[in-house]
């Protein structure tokens, strides 16, 4: 039985609010993605390896340290509405990022805004989910995950493919070859052997050897 597609698939979550945090962690591993969940839009950017100077707390250490370099981030969702940084700032944060930017953001938002939602798309949100999030929104991430993840392996599946279509094509061609030398070959035998025998007919012709009687003597011609 194989590993589901998703399973491959990590998704940062990001919301300040414990119950709505919960809750899209759920709906996320139902749908049998991986998940990581901070409750900041800093705590986000230290996840994914960008550390946001905070001049009023100096001393905080960075929460997630170095794990950026082990651990691939396939798709981020983020509350709007956040202290310190909103989802709006988190998004721009990303898409300003040459490492990140690639990587797609979802809004998630209890208030229907339509300034706000056209923002964040104008800024290259993939999407933004009103709450309560559902599980038919989770079901419309994967679309926005396999424009980014599969890249490298599809290209890899897609070259190794190609090899393994080459390859018959190779032996096809070959095998065609020998099986034309073959042919070529029994026809000479055939050839060969159809002179043979048509100088061994030839050679025990019934006219030529049929016995003679001239005078009382036989003779052979």
């Known amino acids: 039985m194989g590993i589901s597609t998703e399973s491959q698939f990590h998704v940062l979550a990001v919301d300040d609010n414990l119950i709505d945090r919960k809750l899209i962690e759920r709906l996320l591993k139902t749908s049998s993605y991986q998940v990581t969940t901070v409750d900041s839009g800093i705590k986000a950017l230290e996840f994914l ?15 997630f340290p170095n794990t950026h370099q082990e651990v691939e981030v396939n798709l981020i969702i ?11 700032d988190l998004l721009r944060k990303i898409k300003e990022s040459s490492s990140l930017r690639n990587i797609p953001v979802v809004i998630m ?9 056209s923002r ?59 099986q034309q030398q073959q042919q070529h070959h029994h026809l000479q035998q055939q050839h060969s052997n159809s ?18 009687y001239n005078n009382g003597l036989t003779t052979v011609v």
């Open 78 to 88: 983020t509350d709007y509405c956040m202290p310190g940084m909103t989802g709006y």
């Open 120 to 178: 964040c798309l104008e800024e290259g949100a993939e999407e933004f989910f009103l709450k309560p999030v559902q599980l038919a929104d989770v079901n419309r991430l994967r679309p926005h995950i396999m424009k980014t993840k599969p890249k490298d392996q599809h290209e890899d599946k897609q070259e190794n493919k190609e090899e393994e279509l080459g390859k018959p094509e190779f032996q096809s061609r070959e095998e065609k070859e020998q």
């Open 109 to 117: 938002s209890s208030e229907n805004v339509p300034s706000r939602i």
């Open 49 to 63: 390896g960008v550390h946001e100077d905070d001049q009023s707390n100096p001393d905080i250490p960075s929460v």
């Open 195 to 212: 002179n043979k025998r048509k100088a061994l007919e030839e050679g025990l012709s019934p006219d030529r050897t049929r016995p003679r």
